[in-house]
């Protein structure tokens, strides 16, 4: 079997490795760097930056764990930067050894789909190679969207690329989209001492999240002075000498150093050659796939963020071992009910499954567990007692249905929930499990417990 | 125990009243209650805020209460002092921990709240 993957991002390249791991003779083309959007440009670099923000927020809080600090605290954005590309560098290192290792050949170069089996690569030097193959996987990802009004220039007007290249922290800093990305980038910079304005269209922040949930981030925001305006959009932006002057949709003016607009983002779909080959797409230009991740042409799959669905890189990961068995011989479909989702915010965020409204709008009467962590004694001795974990479950089965965390650690303790959920567990068997103490774990323990109203660390209600 | 001068909502707040102007805050007991006072969410200037309903938000180390308003009207001005150090409200709760003034609507409302020793009781009473 010979395969060809368009794009080597974390969907492409799980795939190759998978369908190499099961023998495929497996081609991947990449125009950029192996690894795509979520090493280079989003998930790794994003985190590698919060990591040297969460460093500068302990060090500034010193004093509350009785730690005298004696001179000047600085962050040096350049080589906040510098660590972040060796991080990434190292990394992409890393998925070259791997390709080497499995023999998994790459392309580097601007792959477009000719025909079912062709792929036509115009590479680095301005030649053009024809690579065949039995089956091709589609997995060319996303990019940060603009809008007219806020065009980027990659100096003034910037997207969540650009960001992650300023060796200068910013006076001040307006963020357009108070999402994922546009409010882990607030914390980031508000940290190193940028003054952050939000402007978000809808209600609330992160609004795709739990209600509550996204309301405790909102006062988090305002902890740290970070201004969130919602229900504004940015209307029009003039650049002027002291900066950019955004007017806002009700007559206000925000004036700030640099625009990061983080709207959304487009799939790249363009370009790649799928109208040549027939292949069928949706509404918003997504690649429409079945569960085996098959599009309507014989031998081509797509994965990942061309499909659509979550812009999640384990999502694509997983689209892309799905793929990869299909094509290997071995079937499978993509489960979608299990998959946790982490927001880098400070605090975190975590999810899985439903939230309270979806699982009301699927007419699923189910019990809600809550427990703070600041009822909890670990979180009290690591000095983090922020946020709340909500687990809800089924009320006629107890079956675990969701669960939403705010705080420390969010995204690693989530997990705990996914495992629960994915083996079709009651809230009754999380609260039954014994947990270390002390640990942040024991707060899905007593969300679970309160589920069912037994959690020991509450007040009688 | 409860200053004389004040009047007291059951939710544990009190109002001071000077002409238009009343100024609100937690009781000793409702900070007692909470802990270490480690933030409060204040109310905008110029915001509405109607009696019996959250205008702020206290969080404390045990847990996280809304500060239920004892007067309806405008805000006047914020105890900003707090933003960096709620503490305040833990130490000094009915002078220099005060939240908010408020323009009073409605000055009659006043008149529905508890005195001191119709607080006194309440607070004897949920302390049982």
Redesign the interface.
Known sequence: MRLAILGAGPGGYVAAIRAAQLGAQVTIIEQDEVGGTCLNWGCIPTKTLKASADALATVKGLGDYGIELHGNIVPDLSRMIDRKNKVVSTLVKGIKGLFTSWGIVVKNGRGTLQAPGEISVVLKDGSTEIVTADSIIIATGSRPSDIPTLPFDGKHVISSTEALEIRDIPGSLLVVGAGVIGCEFACIFRELGSEVTIVEALPHAVATEDGEISLILE?EL??KKIKLITGKTVEKIGIQEDGVHALLSDGKEVVAEKVLVSIGRTLNTDGIGIEKLGILTGTRGEILVNERMQTNVTGVYAIGDVTGRMLLAHKASAEGIVAAKNIMGIPCSMDYQVIPAAIFTSPEIASVGLREEQAEDQGITFRKGLF?F??LGKA?AMGE?TGIVKILSDASTDRIIGAHIIGTHAADLIHEAAVAMKAGLKARDLAEMIHAHPTLSEALMEAAEDVNGEAIHLPKK | MHPQDLRYHKEHTWVRVSGKKGTIGITDYAQDALGDI??I?LPEVDAAVEANTEVS?I??????SSVISPVSGRVLEVNEELSETPEIINEDPYERGWIAVIELENPSEVDDLLDASEYGKLVDEESK
């Not at chain 2, 969080?59 to 996280?64: I, L, P, V, Y």
Request: aromatic letters at 6%; a positive charge; zero cysteines.
């Open positions: 006062k305002k902890k703070p600041r009822a009290h007692i | 480690v933030y969410d938000e969080e404390s180390t045990k847990s996280t």
